[in-house]
């Protein structure tokens, strides 16, 4: 069954695989195995809450890739994305989280903070916790 020390070390290879230092990038491939194959993002595309995209890990990876090649600033000066705390309900195979974070990199005029939170859905597959779906609000 799942553990809380499990959540926490996916939790934290979440964040580092996102994360990088100037000069780098994600750890793209890294960060897609955390993931199921067919698992879903959910992301708001205005500040209203009304319009909001389903999109799968891969093409949501993708677009990462692009936005960081998009922006050299970003990929030259590092994003960090780190979680501020956590809560987690496990129910036998599945795990639901609550994990608030702060993300920050420079936009090419200033730097850019912001806190948000993910809520996440972990399951336990062939006995590899795999996240299953993402979906986030931030506090803009």
């Not at 030259?76 to 994305?81: D, I, Q, S, T």
Request: hydrophobic share 35%; proline share 2%; aromatic share 12%.
């Amino acid at each position: 069954m799942i553990t809380n020390e499990m959540i926490k070390k996916k939790l934290t290879n979440l964040y580092s695989h996102i994360s990088f230092e100037a000069g780098k990038e994600p750890s793209y491939n890294k960060l897609k195995e955390l993931f199921l194959d067919e698992a879903v993002v959910f992301e708001y595309l205005d500040s209203d809450y009304t319009e909001y995209r389903v999109k799968r890990i891969e093409e949501h990876i993708e677009e990462m890739y692009d936005i960081f090649e998009k922006y050299p600033v970003i990929k030259g000066r590092g994003f960090k994305e780190q979680e501020l705390s956590n809560k987690n309900i496990i129910s036998g195979p599945v795990a639901l989280i609550v994990s608030e974070y702060k993300k920050e990199y420079f936009n090419g005029k200033h730097e850019v903070i912001t806190v948000g939170t993910n809520n996440i859905t972990m399951m336990l597959i062939n006995e590899d916790l795999k996240i299953v779906s993402i979906g986030w609000y931030e506090n803009i």
